[in-house]
């Protein structure tokens, strides 16, 4: 039970965050924590591999930073070849958002994992970093980014603000400075260099664009730029988060201390974050679970609908109404192509995804079929759903959901979580057992004595990734 916090309470966070991160040993970290960070790992190398041959964004910010050329410090995933550390993990980070596939935390709104997993990976080959280095990094980032953004939002989101932007790159910043062996003050640098740097507003949502993955694409350049920066003794504002003129008076209207502080120390924020089994919106996953149970269970299919209508929470339809959709990634931030797509393909991975753009009668009822209504019992930011399908002969069909699959409290097995990834991986890579080999070494990173060298084994075979399943 959450205890009772003043402001003063606030007084010295950005160090505490910077003490726990440069003090955390792996051997105090218990073991489902640690798988829980190795399953994360593997999750976002599977998106950064699919999306360098679906992830358009991703392709034209890789096909940029080849022309730059510059050090060789970072593989790009996919392409294989080496850029400067911030350049390479801006284009994974682009991938891992690049395919609507990342973790993602409920309350927080942000999908942390496509930033600090290409930011962690990038330097671990940069710094030839251990794989328990990596991972008691990684679970340090996702401490900060999750109690971060548990904090302010959803103030924040109603400001207009992309969390997953804004405060990832804060996290990554302090990945990157433990694993360039950082010292808590130069940590404490790190954090504030990035939240100098935070950035991120959704107005992709009220223009069709292609613009969405830049988003943590730059958090992950500046989260980068500020772990590097400070590792040489550049000095960063020790009082960034909590002071009068830092991170939270600046980005929301409110911060619940109590999500800052419970637990810090005791309880792993990482194990409250969830994997995403659809190429979709995680506000999407609800209604398209349910339009799945439909297909497979009810046997509806997409000709069969006079009229479908979905119940959501207001910021649900605020982030994911879409019903004319002009590109693939609007496609996979669509409720409402999700929903027709599912009783279409009764799937809606990223091969569906892939096929079913191309589909005019999953575009048809997606605009004129699927209405989508702010259900008042979910409140704000609620993740339930109601589905309702009147089919042309006759039936009524009503469905309900308290929470997508996917998340700790309905969650997808291991044995899914490993499909996932191979399935993934393999629409680039023609070798299974390659792909297979990335999974294993990830699932044993703990053993690794130098974590970077998986980065070198994510490369399509001829450098030019390429869709197996389009060919």
């Not at 920066?229 to 209207?253: C, H, I, Q, Y």
């Not at 002969?393 to 969650?411: A, K």
């Not at 974590?451 to 990734?465: F, L, N, Q, R, Y």
Request: aromatic share 6%; net charge neutral; proline share 4%.
């Amino acid at each position: 039970m959450s205890k009772s916090y003043t402001p003063e309470d606030l007084v010295g966070l950005t160090m505490k965050f910077a003490n726990h991160t440069a003090n955390l040993k792996f051997e105090d970290i218990p073991a489902e924590v640690v798988n829980k960070a190795k399953l994360i790992l593997r999750d976002g190398l599977g998106n950064q591999i699919a999306a360098s041959a679906i992830g358009d964004p991703a392709i034209r910010m890789a096909d940029l930073v080849r022309e730059w050329g510059g050090a060789p410090q970072a593989t790009v995933v996919g392409f294989g070849f080496k850029a400067p550390l911030p350049h390479a993990t801006m284009c994974n980070a682009m991938m891992g958002h690049g395919v609507e596939l990342d973790d993602a935390h409920g309350s927080g709104l942000i999908k942390a994992g496509s930033v600090l997993v290409p930011t962690a990976m990038a330097f671990a080959e940069f710094k030839k970093a251990s794989g328990k280095e990596v991972l008691t990094a990684l679970i340090a980032g996702y401490e900060i980014a999750v109690r971060i953004a548990k904090a302010i939002n959803p103030g924040h989101r109603q400001r207009g603000y992309h969390t997953t932007g804004t405060v990832s790159c804060i996290a990554a910043a302090a990945v990157g400075a433990r694993l360039m062996g950082c010292n808590a003050e130069q940590i404490a640098w790190a954090i504030g260099l990035g939240a100098m740097q935070s950035a991120g507003i959704q107005s992709y949502l009220d223009d069709p664009c292609i613009a969405k993955p830049f988003s943590p694409g730059k958090s992950a350049f500046n989260g980068t730029i500020a772990a590097v920066m400070a590792s040489r003794g550049f000095s960063g504002p020790k009082k960034v988060l909590e002071s009068k003129e830092g991170f939270f008076n600046a980005f929301t209207d409110a911060v619940r201390i109590s999500d800052l502080l419970d637990g810090f120390g005791e309880q792993y924020a990482i194990m409250e974050v969830g994997f995403k089994p659809h190429a979709a919106c995680r506000y999407a996953h609800g209604p398209i679970d349910l339009a799945q149970d439909m297909y497979w269970k009810e046997k509806v299919r997409v000709g069969d609908v006079q009229k479908i209508t979905v119940h959501m929470s207001e910021l649900a339809i605020r982030q994911a109404s879409k019903p004319n959709v002009t590109n693939l990634n609007a496609a996979m931030g669509s409720t409402q192509f999700g929903v027709a797509l599912a009783l279409e393909a009764g799937g809606n991975g990223l091969r569906d995804y892939w096929s079913g753009y191309e589909n005019k009668n999953v575009h048809e009822v997606a605009a004129n079929k699927v209405t989508l209504v702010a259900e008042k019992e979910f409140g704000l930011t609620g993740r339930q759903a109601i589905v309702e399908i009147d089919t042309k002969d006759g039936r009524h069909l009503r469905l309900r959901s308290e929470e997508p699959r996917g998340e700790p409290t309905n969650p997808l097995t291991e044995d899914e979580l490993e499909r996932k990834f191979i399935g993934l991986a393999s629409m680039v890579m023609k070798d299974e057992a390659a792909v297979r080999a990335i999974s294993q070494r990830v699932m044993a990173m703990d053993k690794e004595t130098n974590a970077g060298e998986i980065s070198a084994m994510t490369v399509a075979s001829d450098g030019k990734p390429t869709l197996l399943a389009a060919a």
